[in-house]
């Protein structure tokens, strides 16, 4: 569909915890906009979930983009089982896992949450580290934001 904003992202740290970034590029009506984040002390699975937060966040309160449906690609697992299958069962728990103890970054899933009620999202899982063009960029600008939060 033409009207569908393809969205990319990836997120690290240098160390698990440590300084962390976040990359994503958001693609609609032959644009290419890139953002990205970071902090000085955080894991990688923060910021696999901030890159997807602030992508959707970007859609969401841009008017000309937020009835527009969204493809998003992340090279995380965690991310995509996460907010399509997992969140589900962690929601009906009380926010508890499986084995009863609380989710980890039970703020960012439910900000993400929120954002996929609110918009037209489908997400696909890419492999990293593997070519595609959209989430290499993705994976530079999470490393130049590990550099500067060094």
Known sequence: MEDTI???????????PGP???GTVLLFDGKDLRLSG????????????SAA????????????LKSRPVCLYSDSQYVKNGIT????GWKAKGWRTADKKPV???DLW??????NLSLNVTWNWV????????????????????????
């Open 6 to 16: 393809i969205v990319y992202t990836d997120g690290g740290c240098s160390g698990n």
């Open 20 to 22: 962390g970034g976040w």
């Open 38 to 49: 970071g902090e000085h002390e955080t894991t990688n699975n923060r910021m696999e979930l």
């Open 53 to 64: 937060i602030n992508a959707l966040s970007t859609i969401a309160n841009t008017p000309q």
């Open 85 to 88: 299958t997992w969140i589900k």
């Open 104 to 106: 980890k970054n039970q």
């Open 110 to 115: 439910m900000t993400l949450d929120a954002l």
């Open 127 to 150: 492999k990293g580290h593997a070519g595609i063009e959209y989430n290499e960029i993705c994976d530079q600008l999470c490393q130049s934001e590990i550099a500067k939060h060094r």
